[in-house]
């Protein structure tokens, strides 16, 4: 957390060990500095060496400038030590005199200011009121501070052990007299033999630490990481293998830079910015301190604040109430007595809900206000997440792995586990949940006091659970404490709750393991259980689509907060269960359907479930992987079936089990089955049909199957029930949803289109019939037969393919001004038949020269018809023309305005491309004439420039993009072949480069990009231009330079020599930045490799790549870089003829890295893939790269196909094989490749390594995996 906005983030688990007493701060030369105005380290041996008069060349002062010097010239610190200074000064003066000049030139100025010291003695303070500070500093202002301090100094140092004698402010290093005239006790830690003596030859300092370190976390304040005091305790401490506290220093500088100089040193870095006089760090200091004063006091005016909501508050506010929350007392108070903090605050506290990805305020406003989870939640000290596209509704967004998360398990909780929380094996506690850290219960119970707030609920909504513990104090409180909650809040917890307990493993995994149980044992009652138990519907809570924040309101519905449904598992083939127990499985679906029926009627709270057709086309299987219910009601259907067919009895007595029920669900089992002579006889199919009341009977989710089942019916029914049937079809009341003048004719259209399709069915109605629909027909005037069309179909379409239909004859013969028209009115989709009627492309396929006069016409008559003009380019793209009909198309494109052009920048750009090698061979002016078009369109309405992901390549943008286009299609002129080195471009082609390269926005990249991949060429014949236009770009950096880069490497062609040079620090500072592509990644490798392999032997400094820069390349580049170039080098190595295999051995000892930096799992596992793809070489690969190999883990070491080589490698070199598996396996097996077992195997079975102790122990940690 951070005090301040700009301050240093300080660790949550620093600053509750520092309330806990359990931090030291070690004070160093910089709280002197700071107010008091005291010299650092150095600033006191340039005093001292002045106030002693040491001569101008003595070696004390020789070495005190050239530090100096050296530092100003390389802005190293602490290359030469400041204690070296003050021992030269020992042999040129006596110890005591310059022990003197020290403590006199410490003396503090006059109106010195001691806020520094007195806010580090606050901060040393613990709750009882008893400072223990250390410092290396000699002067006396902690004592000035406070008289009353104990104040030692060595040889007097108290006992780290005794807490109550080890108080007061310690000098480790020694102090000086009150009067600033000498150390007391005649010590000071001061030159190169003190500290040497201190921490080395006696030691006595180092011993002290330790102890220190073995009670306290420290916290250095006031050094830098290369001061002397600290160089000599962390070079100590680093020696020795004690277990030990965790080591802190603050340090000016970027979290890099403090990293750098302090992580080495096993310290943990704080970095703060300087400016100001390191106010950044004075001011976090001091808001600590008067933490440190009232911690009660200040928890409360945090609480305080918070109470506001965290919208009102700034991300380092936020995350102060983080802090808070992240501790067991600050979670205690949030579940204490009192106000409780708004429930948004789960949000901020979880970072998914954090970094959760940006939308819409009003999910199916695609116009109307965007939000930005991260902007409204985020804690100070969150990684801004990458940009997504704010077109992209469905963007997702990673959530950085180090994200802070209070909800997550600490160490100090584990330590804080009570003792029932561990498993019991055996007992009624045996299932019992584990018990919850003492912090994290509270924040259950925090959850508990908030879940009243839509907030709380919506937060839970998007947990995949909850501890079983928090679970049951949610559902006392919706007992016991329901008028706190809103309706539509009780509801919303309930059925989270519910979602949560129905959890169901995976049907098709329960269906493997049933399978095996049936083939072993046969179907039995219990088997038919657990196979009907995978159909339960479950009941499935989600996160509302409305609100990408938590809802802030106190009444807030239920859509708001959560989005319940009903989810229906099916395994993916049904059972087949033998006829004998179908009766039974029937039972038990029937059971699930009700399940499910009342599922949805609790969510919904109504019967209108989701219900499409169960009725297929004549001779298909009714579909059991439907939709919802559908699909559950068609597995129970067709399982009926299946009992109809072997006992029909039992079938309509399962039928008659649904016959009370006035649900949809059973509706359409009784219709169903009246449709179905082998379940139902006539009269009682017949029955059904009638009983169905008005609603029912006319519902537009039972007309497909009830009119399909009349008409499957009609011939069996008796004449009496088929006149009752008609009548009712031609008369019978029709409920009218909503009230309106025109219902008669409305009502008088459905009928007409039931009858009329129940007619072309083939059923045969009664005498009075056709007097009946001409009655009507007077009624509805409009309907026609085709109407019928639609009737009795299935709710949800299927899925088909839209064919293109470019037939002419609705144009065909027609004069030219009325072709446009004609081809207008007939265009277009009929979702009816599926077709695309396209006459236009049809003309422009068959006649061209006719389709361009119907456009040039159109443009007489200011007419822009764009999809003709599109359609025309497609279709002549590639197809023969002639080059009358090619010129007359250019120029009537460029007779187009700018920014008609502008609008078929597409397929104009497409057709120039495919159409370029006729042009610009054969008609180079009509060529021109029609890139001058396009490109003054581009520039004048340029395309507006869209969203780019971070690792997007500008290549593939302009590969699809008429700038890039424009490129490729200029690049088809084959005129230049014959230019030499250095003749120059022509002039006509600079002028058409510098045209597009001119493009505002995106379409300048997109043209970087495809002229970037030709600069081998362009260098060669014009190198001032290829520098001026391009390599420039690449120089300056930007957007500009990722296109070229992105151009250049997808060409991936090493370049010559004159422009390998000058690429060269290019690719160096590439190389060691880290490109952002892979494939960048890979192509520079290649290029690097292919420079040092081009430099002779490597050693030469006037080479393209030395072998040392190479090595330096390597060091600073990233892993991606390494694995590249092992990989090139393993690749080249293997082509036939190849000079790359005498390479390998000099590039693995010359130029592979040897830092511990660069030893890591993917490089590692690449220098392995090496040695085993050159089995011939196996055993001098290995000798070389074993010193630089460390463990590897899992798939990052291919093992295994060093059996499939045994010949090669397992027998002629097995002691170098052990040697390798020995150095790379990782003392876990359970981090081993898949298929080591069995070349560990093939190892024992060899003499040379059989006795090997190694190989005993490889086999005998495989053994106990």
């Known amino acids: 957390m951070r005090f301040i906005a700009d301050g240093p983030e300080l660790p949550d688990d620093l600053l509750t060990a520092r309330d806990a007493g359990q931090v030291l701060f070690f004070c160093g030369a910089g709280v002197s500095q700071a107010e008091a105005k005291l010299p650092n380290f150095a600033d006191l041996a340039g005093r001292v060496l002045s106030a002693l008069g040491s001569a101008l060349d003595s070696p004390a002062r020789r070495l005190f400038k050239a530090s100096q010097d050296f530092e100003r010239l390389t802005e190293l610190t602490g290359v030469v030590a400041t204690d070296r200074v003050f021992g030269l000064l020992e042999q040129e003066f006596h110890p005591e005199e310059v022990r003197q000049a020290v403590a006199q030139a410490l003396l503090p100025p006059p109106g010195h200011r001691l806020d520094a010291h007195r806010v580090l003695l606050d901060l040393s303070r613990d709750a009882a009121g008893v400072v223990r500070l250390m410092t290396t500093n000699f002067d006396r202002l902690f004592e000035d501070c406070d008289p009353d301090l104990g104040s030692f100094n060595p040889p007097h140092l108290p006992d780290p052990r005794r807490l109550n004698d080890f108080r007061g402010i310690m000098h480790i290093h020694g102090r000086v007299d009150p009067d600033y005239q000498r150390a007391c006790d005649d010590e000071f830690v001061l030159s190169s033999a003190d500290f040497g003596r201190a921490y080395l030859a006696d030691g006595w300092a180092t011993r002290y630490i330790q102890s220190l370190l073995r009670r306290f976390k420290i916290v250095f304040v006031g050094y830098s990481a290369d001061d002397p005091p600290v160089q000599y305790l962390l070079e100590a401490l680093n020696r020795g293998d004690e277990p030990r506290n965790d080591l802190y220093a603050f340090q000016a500088g970027t979290a890099d830079q403090a990293s750098a100089q302090w992580r080495h040193k096993g310290v943990q870095p704080i970095a703060y910015d300087s400016a100001n006089g390191h106010a950044a760090l004075w001011d976090t200091l001091r808001a600590w301190a008067e933490r440190a004063r009232d911690i009660e006091g200040w928890h409360e005016d945090v609480i305080a604040m918070a109470s506001a909501g965290p919208s009102a508050l700034l991300p380092h506010q ?78 997702r967004r990673e959530v950085p792995i180090y994200a802070w998360d209070l909800f997550a398990v600490t160490d100090a909780d584990r330590e804080d586990l009570p003792a029932e929380a561990t498993g019991k094996l055996r007992g009624p506690w045996a299932g019992a949940a584990s018990k919850l850290p003492r912090r994290l219960w509270h924040l259950g119970a925090y959850l508990v006091r908030v879940a009243h707030q839509p907030a709380a609920v919506w937060w839970a909504s998007h947990q995949t659970g909850l501890h079983p513990e928090v679970v049951q104090q949610i559902e006392r409180a919706l007992r016991h404490e329901e008028d706190r909650f809103p309706p539509d809040v009780l509801k919303a917890w309930r059925l989270l709750i519910a979602a949560w307990r129905d959890r169901r493993s995976d049907p098709d995994h329960q269906r493997y393991d049933l399978h095996a149980i049936v083939a072993q044992s046969g179907w039995s009652t219990a088997t038919v259980r657990t196979a009907m138990e995978m159909y339960r519907p479950v009941l499935m809570v989600e996160p509302s689509f409305e609100t990408r924040l938590p809802p802030v309101k106190v009444a807030c519905e239920l859509r708001g907060m959560i989005r319940p449904d009903v989810r229906y598992p099916r395994p993916h083939q049904p059972f087949d269960i033998p006829p004998e127990q179908i009766p039974y499985a029937l039972t038990l679906l029937r059971a699930q359907i009700e399940h499910a029926i009342t599922l949805e009627r609790e969510i919904r709270g109504n019967d209108n479930v989701y219900l499409n057709t169960t009725r297929p086309e004549d001779g298909d299987q009714l579909d059991e992987d439907a939709f919802q219910m559908t699909g559950l009601l068609g597995t129970f259907l067709n399982m009926l079936s299946r009992l109809a067919q072997v006992e029909r009895a039992a079938a309509a007595a399962e039928v008659r089990r649904w016959a009370s029920n006035t649900d949809p669900v059973s509706i359409r089992v009784r219709i169903w089955a009246a449709g179905h002579p082998a379940i139902l006889a006539p009269d009682e199919a017949a029955a059904v049909f009638l009983s169905l009341d008005n609603e029912t009977y006319w519902a537009n989710r039972h007309e497909r199957d009830l009119l399909y089942a009349i008409r499957d019916r009609w011939p069996d029914m008796s004449e009496v029930d088929r006149a009752r049937l008609e009548q009712r079809l031609l008369a019978g009341d029709i409920p009218w949803p909503v009230p309106r003048e025109d219902v008669a004719e409305h009502i008088a259209h459905e009928r007409l289109s039931r009858l009329h399709w129940l007619r072309e069915q083939g ?222 471009l022509p002039e006509k082609w600079r002028a058409r480069l510098d045209q597009v390269l001119a493009l505002p926005g995106d379409a300048r990249h997109h043209t970087i990009a495809m002229i970037a991949p030709h600069l081998n060429w362009l260098y060669l014949i014009d190198p001032e231009w290829s520098e001026s236009r391009l390599l420039s770009v690449a120089d300056a950096g930007g957007a500009g330079a990722e296109a070229f880069w992105s151009g250049y490497f997808w060409a991936a062609r090493t370049p010559q020599l004159p422009l390998y040079t000058r690429l060269k620090p290019a690719f160096v500072s590439l190389a060691r930045s880290g490109t952002h592509r892979r494939g960048h990644a890979n192509k520079l490798a290649g290029m690097l490799l292919a420079g040092w392999a081009d430099s002779g032997d490597g050693s030469d400094r006037d080479t393209l790549i030395p072998d040392v820069e190479l090595r330096e390349i390597l060091i600073h580049a990233d892993d991606e870089l390494r694995g590249q170039m092992l990989w090139y080098l393993e690749r080249w190595s293997n082509e036939a003829g190849s000079k790359w295999d005498a390479l390998i051995a000099p590039f693995l000892k010359n130029v592979w890295p040897r830092q511990w930096a660069v030893r890591t799992v993917s490089t590692s596992g690449r220098l392995v893939d090496l040695a085993v793809a050159k089995p011939a070489m196996f055993r001098e690969i290995v000798e070389l790269i074993l010193p630089v190999l460390g463990p590897i883990a899992g798939t990052s070491l291919r093992i295994g196909t060093l059996s499939d080589v045994e010949a090669g490698i397992i027998a002629k070199h097995p002691t170098h094989l052990l040697d390798l598996l020995w150095k790379v396996l990782a003392e876990d097996p359970w981090l081993w490749p898949y298929d080591v077992r069995r070349v560990i195997d093939t190892l024992r079975e060899r003499d040379e390594v059989r006795k090997d102790p190694r190989l005993g122990e490889l086999v005998r940690r495989d053994q106990n995996r």
């Open 763 to 984: 059923v045969q109605f009664g005498a009075g019939f056709e007097t009946g629909m001409s009655a009507l027909r007077e009624i509805a005037t409009g309907w026609e037969p085709r109407f019928a069309g639609a009737t009795a179909e299935p709710q949800v379409g299927k899925v088909r393919t839209v064919v293109p239909n470019t037939d002419t004859a609705p144009i065909q013969g027609l004069p030219i001004g009325r072709v446009l028209t004609a081809a207008r009115d007939a265009a277009g989709r009929d979702f009816a038949t599926f077709v695309d009627h396209r006459p236009f492309r049809g003309l422009a396929d068959q006649r061209p020269a006719f389709a361009l006069a119907v456009l040039s016409d159109a443009a007489r008559k200011g007419e822009f018809p764009e999809q003709e003009w599109a359609a025309l380019l497609h279709a002549t793209s590639r197809a023969p023309l002639s080059s009358r009909l090619l010129r007359a198309i250019v120029h009537r494109l460029s007779r187009l305005s700018p920014e008609q052009v502008a609008v078929l920048r597409q397929p104009v750009s497409e057709w120039m491309r495919d159409r370029a090698d006729t042009l610009v061979v054969a008609q180079p002016e009509v060529f021109l004439i029609l890139w001058d078009a396009l490109a003054n369109a581009l520039a004048a309405h340029p395309p507006e420039d869209r969203f780019r992901c971070p690792d997007s390549s500008w290549v593939d943008d302009a590969l699809n993009q008429p700038a890039g286009r424009l490129v490729e299609a200029l690049f088809q002129d084959r005129s230049n072949a014959d230019l030499r080195a250095g003749d120059g």
């Open 318 to 395: 936020r995350g102060l109430v983080a802090h808070l929350a992240a501790t067991p007392e600050g979670a205690r108070r949030l579940a204490g007595r009192g106000a409780p903090l708004p429930a948004e605050w789960l949000s901020v506290f979880d970072p998914d809900r954090r970094y959760a990805p940006p939308g819409l305020v009003a999910p199916f406003d695609s116009l109307g206000e965007r939000v930005d989870p991260f902007e409204a939640l985020r804690l100070d000290a969150d990684r801004p997440p990458a940009p997504t596209d704010p077109d992209d509704l469905f963007s």
